[in-house]
């Protein structure tokens, strides 16, 4: 590695090996799991907040329960759900009833079958669209030139109010589905229920971005 900042995303060691999969494995020298040992007491120190460690606790259940045929080893698991299914099943682990749903205006039809999927299962699920307030774009200084229809209204996105509303209703998980860049990110800034994420927008690959990942060396090489 380049220089000490921490990066696991480029560790060289192979999984098995490494020193957070097991005790004696191997390190790079900036290894969060050798040098940290403050921050590792830190976490666990959360865990004693008893609601915070029922849902991680039925966090990684969730995770285990998301492969099939570990009775036949590691090498031959599977994954059995998909994510919608897991979401669905933490909240019934988490004993949530409300859930909130924030989707972009482009998901609009996909919100509206996972609305009713929730629904079916019992949820309360309430929903909130990301032009919700009509709040003009110029509100935040955007200009005409810079909006998608040049010279006509626009609402802006508005993840602040997306959130607020989410927590008027004392909603207890929420999920997002296609909220752009940086919009997302204002919603969780400003939600205060746990939230999770369904789906994330990519207007090119169909809410896929790795599809960009999976063929980096091939269409995608523009962007190495
Ligand atoms: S925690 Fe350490 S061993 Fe694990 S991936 Fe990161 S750098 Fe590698």
Known sequence: MKNNRINCAQCPFDMPDRLCKREDGKAPASCPTKNKPQLIEKCREAFQDPDILEFARQASIQEGEGYGFKELGYNHVRPIKPRIEEVIEFARKMKYNRLGLVFCVGLRKEAAVVEKIFSSKGFDVVSVICK???????????????????????????????????????????????????????????????????????????????????????YYRYLK
């Open 132 to 218: 919700v307030g009509r709040l003009p774009k110029e509100e935040i200084a955007v200009r005409d030139d810079q909006k998608i229809s040049i010279g006509q209204f626009e609402s802006m996105c508005n993840p602040i109010l997306q959130a607020l509303i989410l927590n008027d209703e004392k909603t207890e998980l929420n999920v997002l589905m296609g909220l752009c860049v940086g919009h997302d990110s204002l919603f969780l800034k400003y939600a205060e229920a746990p939230c999770t994420v369904l789906a994330v927008k990519d207007r090119m690959l169909g809410h896929n971005p790795l599809a960009a990942v999976y063929n980096i060396d091939s």
